[in-house]
């Protein structure tokens, strides 16, 4: 178990340009989930997959946002046309979906997002 | 809809204090429960979860909570606090959907910070 983990840490750009973070869950783990977090606040859910398809998403996703997660392994997350008010940590979890149970999803470091 | 109030953004202790957590949340179904702690710069890391087995739930590095539907909480504690302690702690709330909990719902967060 080699845990979650995202790329790049940290992207800085400039107001208009197109970012692409990249997860990596946890190998066995058949759902993957993406949130937002900005200064002072707790994450927000944004959209998640189980395998490969995207199952729901928040109002928080705007048309500038997509997600894909091809062949229900690593998952992208692009925003298009960045705006100031993109500036976030953007978190990915994983977890094993459980039939009637409480799953544990696993948090990856983040990528902490600058537009400028 | 499900949402979580966490009492008091920064909640100040004297290392070997007890340290108390306050967290409200409201679900329409009967919620799971988590802990999050998160540290500078990092991801989410678990500390307990309620799944409905127990109203009294120990976690990782001596913390505990307990749930108490009546009032709607689930007070995070420990004993005695440790100047590692000191950290960010998410309360959230898990979604329903087909008996698993999928998407949570954060509140904003305790800075717990630990006096010498």
């Known amino acids: 178990d080699t845990g979650v983990s995202q790329n790049p840490r940290h992207k800085i750009t400039k107001r208009g340009q197109n970012v692409t973070f990249r997860c990596d869950p946890i190998?066995?783990?058949?759902?993957l989930y993406w949130y937002r977090q900005t200064l002072g606040q707790g994450p927000e859910f944004l959209t998640y997959f189980q395998n490969e398809a995207q199952l729901e998403k928040s109002r928080l996703l705007s048309d500038r946002f997509s997600a894909e997660r091809p062949k229900g392994s690593f998952s992208t997350l692009e925003i298009q046309r960045t705006e100031q008010g993109d500036s976030a940590m953007y978190l990915c979890?994983?977890?094993?979906?459980?039939?009637?149970?409480?799953?544990?999803?696993?948090f990856g470091p983040g990528t902490r997002l600058l537009v400028l | 809809a499900q949402s979580v109030t966490q009492l008091g953004s920064h909640v100040s202790v004297s290392e070997g204090a007890l340290v108390l957590l306050r967290c409200n949340y409201s679900s329409s179904v009967p919620p799971y429960l988590f802990w999050y702690v998160q540290y500078p710069n990092q991801g989410l890391q678990l500390l307990l979860k309620y799944t409905s087995a127990a109203t009294l739930v120990k976690g990782i590095n001596g913390f505990e909570a307990e749930f108490k539907k009546s009032e709607t909480s689930f007070h995070l504690t420990k004993p005695s606090a440790h100047m590692s302690d000191a950290a960010e702690y998410f309360c959230a709330v898990g979604g329903n959907s087909g008996g698993s909990n999928y998407k949570l719902t954060f509140g904003k967060g305790t800075l717990l910070t630990v006096n010498p």
């Open positions: 190998s066995e783990h058949n759902r």
């Open positions: 979890a994983s977890s094993q979906r459980l039939a009637g149970g409480a799953e544990t999803q696993y």
